[in-house]
T-cell receptor, first 114, second 117 residues
């Protein structure tokens, strides 16, 4: 079974702090994704990566950056956290097979910015 | 551009009743379609997917979905609801060739299913 592990289930940070959300997958997947989930809005793509050191902006990249130095690890960075970034953050990975491979999700990190 | 519409943010059924969760999509290319389920405080888990071939797709936990190209629909059904089916369900369509990569999914806003005893 594919395992996607997010380092924290719950985080509480203060406005202006730099925040790191870490994600590790153990199945040698090429693609990795960061989504945020908000009630009534579903999942929205923040950033994704299809290879080491490669990254592409998703639909809502503002206020976020990412890092992928190793194939198994994809980090989401909030340079200066703001209250409107309070949300559930979901990491996912998939094989690079032309779009037919499903995403495998971690259990999420619920971030609260006060 | 691809998009997904899930009709009904909340659906309530009685235990043993039919479950029908609706999903319509728009896509400029033949789509890959997915249904995911999310239980409280967990990530999303794949229920089933349609890529090519048979349009009636069977998934886990007794769920199935039918791809209807003429109706641009991919509705999720289960003949008899169980209390353990209470969760949030997301329909998703693949977004090919986005930023040079494939494998992105566009998600609907989700439907919360409640099951009454």
């Amino acid at each position: 079974d594919v395992k996607v592990t997010q380092s924290s289930r719950y985080l509480v940070k203060r406005t202006g702090e730099k925040v790191f959300l870490e994600c590790v997958q153990d199945m040698d997947h090429e693609n990795m994704f960061w989504y945020r989930q908000d009630p009534g809005l579903g999942l929205r793509l923040i950033y994704f990566s299809y290879d080491v050191k490669m990254k592409e902006k998703g639909d809502i990249p503002e206020g976020y950056s990412v890092s992928r130095e190793k194939k198994e690890r994809f980090s989401l960075i909030l340079e200066s956290a703001s209250t409107n970034q309070t949300s559930m953050y979901l990491c996912a990975s998939s094989l690079r097979t032309g779009g037919s491979s499903p995403l495998h999700f971690g259990n999420g990190t619920r971030l609260t910015v006060t | 551009a691809q998009s997904v519409t899930q009709l009904g943010s909340h659906v309530s059924v009685s235990e043993g009743a039919l479950v029908l969760l609706r999903c319509n999509y728009s896509s400029s290319v033949p789509p890959y379609l997915f249904w995911y389920v999310q239980y409280p405080n967990q990530g999303l888990q794949l229920l089933l997917k349609y890529t090519t071939g048979a349009t009636l797709v069977k998934g886990i936990n007794g769920f199935e979905a039918e791809f209807k190209k003429s109706e641009t629909s991919f509705h999720l059904t289960k003949p008899s609801a169980h209390m353990s089916d209470a969760a949030e369900y997301f329909c998703a369509v693949s977004r090919p060739n986005y930023g040079g990569s494939q494998g992105n999914l566009i998600f609907g806003k989700g439907t919360k299913l409640s099951v009454k005893p």
